[in-house]
């Protein structure tokens, strides 16, 4: 009996040696099995317990072992990513910038090129030549569609036309339509700058051709349209070739009617027909053969037989103003002359801070006005004071953006505030020479357009002619006729 129990206690410490053999056994293989596994998947089991030192040490190791390989290039991403972890910038740039020096010939390298972009996007200068280096590289690559587009913008910055218009249409090719219709108008844009306006105008109509159903500020597209065909009927006249910029002229108002442009290829048709109904308010200024004594009083005779310019509206709404301006005009041979009654209810709350010439006029009660005595329709002379006969005078030779301060004009300006009148007036003579033009014939015919900026009381912006919200807007301007 002792016997048969020794010998079953004997078999039970048997069978449990041989299951605690057999886990570590098993133990034992699953390792040796994990060992043999692919060196990727070992990899990505360990990855987690690695420390980044580690991590960086290994990748640098692979990426030197497997050059020119096609795991190589996610080796050297990662290896980047984990630089920009842990906040180093520059070693993740050199990191992608050898990828790239190194891995040239790899066609998949343009993932290497779209992180280093990314890591560069606030230096402008270095952002250039990497996309200047891709743009090279992959000249024609959908998946550098949104690098092309970018790389054309900085090209028409730099004022490099045909490289610019280049990458714009590759660009193209692999955009959205709204996309196709936005780098269009960028196209255009270049052409103008550069001053093929006959590029710009092939532009535009395949926008309203292609885009039609898309297009949403298709009235600015028209007015860019009647405008350059605006300029080429000017270029017409210039040359001497009436026939030719009538029949453009009425070209704009058949078919662009409703743009500014039209407008004034009317007033160009009425300049040389006045039986035509003119679509521009027009001032007509009398020839004095006795000059005024510029001193503010207006009470010269020239003044008492000038037309007055009166019903000056809001130059944003086009609504009467509640104090009103009258300006005239007279001219002799040698200058122009300007007098402005300003009507003002709140006479003792006019604002008055600007103290010399060119200063900051335009921030007080000030009366403005502006010549085109090109009738270019572009560059224009803009002349403002105030109340205390401060004034500031501006040039601008190429539109708007080209007015400065820098020009100083000849002329003369007085001003008086006259209590019981409830106004304040100026008078104002310009030497033509200053101007650098002569003196106008009988029926010579400017641009020409008066404002006025009230801040006593309450506020009121007011013009003789519309301006479309803003003042400097030469092909807005009324018809000023010297007879």
């Known amino acids: 009996m002792r016997e048969n129990l020794s010998i079953l206690i ?9 299951i605690v053999i057999n886990n570590h056994l098993s133990k034992k293989i699953n390792f040796a099995l994990l060992i043999e596994t692919s ?43 984990i630089f920009e972890q842990i906040k180093s910038g520059r070693h993740a740039y050199w990191t992608y910038k050898s990828a790239i020096k190194k891995e040239r010939d790899n066609p998949e390298i343009i993932k290497i090129y779209l992180l280093l972009i990314n890591s560069v996007k606030d230096k402008k200068s270095v952002l250039f030549k990497v996309y200047r280096d891709v743009s090279k590289r992959f000249p024609d690559d959908r998946r550098l569609a949104d ?18 218009l280049k990458f714009y249409k590759i660009a193209a090719k692999y955009a959205s339509r709204k996309e196709q219709l936005n780098i269009l108008k960028k196209s255009a844009k270049v052409y103008l700058g550069s ?10 109509n ?14 600015q597209i028209l007015e860019q349209i009647a405008l350059i065909d605006f300029h080429v009927a ?5 040359l001497g070739r009436s026939i030719a910029a009538i029949k453009i002229y009425n070209d704009i108002i058949i078919k662009t009617p409703d743009t500014i442009w039209a407008k004034n290829a009317m007033g160009e048709l009425w300049i040389r027909d006045r039986s035509l109904k003119c679509p521009k308010r027009v001032y007509i200024a009398k020839r004095t053969s006795s000059p005024p004594k510029i001193d503010g009083y207006l009470s010269d005779t020239c003044w008492s037989k000038a037309q007055k310019a009166a019903d000056f509206i809001d130059y944003k709404d086009k609504t009467k103003v509640s104090q009103q301006t009258i300006a005239m005009v007279s001219y002799d041979d040698k200058n122009i002359y300007f007098g402005f009654i300003l009507y003002e209810e709140n006479l003792s709350k006019l604002l008055i801070k600007a103290k010399t010439r060119d200063g900051k006029v335009w921030s007080d009660d000030c009366m403005e006005f502006f010549i085109d005595p090109n009738r270019d329709y572009h560059s224009y002379y803009h002349f403002y004071m105030n109340p205390n006969g401060i004034f500031t005078d501006q040039y601008a030779p190429y539109g708007r953006k080209s007015c400065s301060s820098a020009w100083n004009g ?21 030497d033509y020479a200053s101007l650098k033009i002569k003196s106008p014939v009988y029926n010579t015919v400017w641009g020409i357009n008066f404002n006025r900026a009230r801040r006593a009381g309450s506020i009121e912006v007011s013009s003789w002619t519309y301006t479309g919200k803003a003042f400097h807007t030469p092909e807005r301007f009324g018809y000023l006729v010297f007879k």
């Open 10 to 18: 004997t078999l039970i410490v048997l069978i449990l040696c041989l």
């Open 39 to 81: 060196q990727k998947e070992t990899e990505g089991y360990l990855r987690p317990y690695m420390s980044k030192r580690e991590q960086i040490k290994e990748l640098r190791e692979f990426i030197k072992k497997h050059p020119r390989t096609p795991e190589v290039i996610d080796k050297y991403i990662e290896l980047g990513k």
């Open 147 to 164: 690098v092309y587009n970018k790389y054309a913008k900085m090209l028409e910055e730099r004022k490099q036309k045909e490289e610019s």
């Open 195 to 204: 001053g093929d306006n006959q590029k710009a105008l092939e532009v535009y």
């Open 206 to 219: 395949k926008i309203l051709k292609d885009f039609t159903d898309i297009v949403k500020d298709k009235a």
């Open 234 to 238: 000017k270029s017409e006249e210039n």
């Open 410 to 430: 000849k002329w003369h300006a007085k001003t008086r505030i006259h209590k019981l009148k409830y106004c304040w007036t100026a008078e104002v003579s310009i």
